[in-house]
């Protein structure tokens, strides 16, 4: 990956508090995984950003190098990477991924 990729990445994480890498946008997604993450964020009245890697070839790829995760969509919260669609599921599902939110004064 690049130096301005991963700079770009970098700038992404550590400046917003909830931060989506996902496969369209929040509003049109174009993937089912990238929709029901950012469907579950919506439920959670969760204020995050995102960013379209399919826009981006260079962030696509990085991403996935960044994180060291395979698979888009990615959810990144305070910072950390918190994981894809099946961990984001699973944590909203146990009632885990509203307490990080709570705990982080983010909802």
């Not at 962030?59 to 395979?70: A, E, F, V």
Request: net charge neutral; charged share 25%; proline share 4%.
């Amino acid at each position: 990956m690049s130096e301005e990729t991963n700079k770009k990445i970098n700038d992404l994480v550590k400046n917003n508090k909830v931060f989506l890498f996902m496969k369209g946008t929040p509003e049109v997604p174009q993937c089912g995984f990238s929709l029901a993450v950012a469907n579950i964020l919506k439920h959670l009245n969760v204020n995050f950003k995102s960013a379209n890697v399919l826009e981006d070839e260079n962030l696509r790829q990085g991403i996935k190098t960044y994180s060291d995760w395979p698979t888009i969509p990615q959810l990144y919260i305070a910072g950390a990477f918190v994981g894809g669609c099946d961990i984001v599921k699973e944590m909203f599902e146990k009632g885990e991924l509203k307490s990080l939110l709570e705990k982080k004064s983010l909802i």
